[in-house]
């Protein structure tokens, strides 16, 4: 892998090509702004400090890449990272409008998002995401100990959380997400709920609670090899998520998905379609695509997908057609993961798969009798035993495509 990067990087044109898959009109949109103020020490997602970097280039590469490969007149258009907010508001507005020009987003987007965080959102910025065309935002808070944003290497503060989400509101936002991080070594399942409460208290209009992963290649993961970090019992992760669903339930925001909980309406409906197998274009370094049954990805690269992209090749590292069984694993996994859940037929469907789907069927029927799926009007969901086992299922799903 190093050896790849290496050679992207003396010549990023080696490792980029033209593919022959083009997005139809109305696909979903991603874009990925890879720039945050400090690397989090969970994260896995593409990104780097922001700080000794051309935020400009960046843009005009991602609206380089877009006239190669948006989709005109996109259903969604999510901006993800990375931190996106951390763009001033001359470059946030060449990135949108000069993104609006190329495709017509603003016209045609049922729902758009960008992500920001606490320390680069105040009313003027947010004033200005939603003068852009943005109608949702989401904000991480993470969480409201300051001890635990430290371990997470966040740059924010509790203040800052709660500024952020003022600000927002303040500047007219209605669709307010904001993200939580629960399980955290140390964590008092008490505390956790106390904290948890003061966020309901503002009355977000959606929110991601997520169980703390260890990610490869993450510096927690490091850590927890090597004994600094000591990670929950099962038992006792299990006990923040069901007590967590519970908060949230009483709440008013119902679990449409196993860590995302909305109130009537106000569903991601860019997750949403993840979640189907549905279709996107990535825009942005290590953005990944997936058009009809084939997916690809961008080089994970800023100086070569910058390079790649203001050359006028579309910057991809890799491309895949997974087999119709890998399709229809990945659908049936996804799909189990959301509160409809799906049918057979629909797995179908998504996955653009004729073949034998027995296998899957006798799967889910195995797992009927262990008490973790259950099936009504021929649609599959998790029940509550199911729901805290849901990546156990997924492999047992994804295990009978190899």
């Known amino acids: 892998m190093s050896s790849w990067a290496d050679a992207t990087e003396r010549n990023p044109c080696a490792a980029c090509y033209n593919s022959s898959v083009q997005a139809p009109e109305g696909t979903p949109l991603y874009v990925h702004l890879p720039f945050c103020a400090a690397k989090c020490h969970y994260c896995d997602f593409y990104s780097v400090p922001a700080e000794g970097h051309d935020r400009h280039a960046m843009v005009q590469a991602i ?121 955290v070594p140390g964590q008092d399942p008490e505390q956790w709920q106390r904290d948890l409460s003061k966020v309901l208290d503002l009355g977000p209009d959606h929110l991601s609670a997520y169980n703390l992963t260890f990610e490869e290649e993450t510096v927690f993961r490091r850590w927890l090899e090597q004994g600094r970090l000591q990670q929950h019992s099962e038992e006792r992760e299990l006990r923040f998520f069901v007590e967590t669903r519970a908060a949230l339930a009483a709440r008013g925001l119902d679990a ?34 997936k058009v009809g049954v084939t997916r690809s990805g961008n080089i994970k690269a800023i100086g070569a997908y910058v390079r790649g992209a203001l050359s006028g090749v579309r910057p991809e590292a890799w491309e895949e057609t997974p087999s119709p069984l890998q399709r229809l694993a990945e659908t049936w996994w996804l799909g189990l993961r959301t509160r409809a859940g799906l049918s057979a037929h629909e797995a179908r469907v998504r996955a653009a798969c004729d073949a034998d789907d027995a296998a899957f069927l006798n799967e889910a029927r195995a797992l009927e009798q262990q008490g ?31």
């Open 372 to 402: 973790v799926l259950a099936c009504a009007n021929d649609t599959w969901t998790l029940t509550p035993k199911g729901l805290p086992l849901a990546d156990w299922i997924a492999k047992r799903f994804l295990a009978l495509a190899d």
């Open 256 to 289: 449409y998905e196993i860590s995302n909980f909305a109130r009537t309406g106000r569903e991601c409906r860019h997750n949403l379609n993840y979640w189907a197998n549905g279709p996107y274009v990535g825009l942005g370094p290590s953005a990944v695509s």
């Open 63 to 183: 609206l380089a890449e877009a006239r190669l490969r948006a989709p005109l007149h996109p259903s969604l258009v999510f901006f993800g990272g990375g931190t996106p907010s951390l763009l001033d508001h001359d470059e946030l507005r060449v990135l949108l409008d000069g993104l609006d020009q190329i495709c017509g987003w603003r016209s045609s987007s049922l729902e758009t998002t960008a992500e920001c965080n606490p320390e680069s959102l105040d009313q003027s910025k947010a004033e200005t995401l939603l003068a852009l065309g943005v109608q949702r935002l989401s904000i991480g808070f993470q969480s409201l100990d300051p001890a635990t944003l430290q371990l997470f290497g966040r740059v924010h503060t509790v203040e800052d959380s709660f500024a952020a989400y003022a600000a927002a509101r303040a500047a007219g936002a209605t669709n307010v997400n904001i993200d939580m991080i629960y399980a």
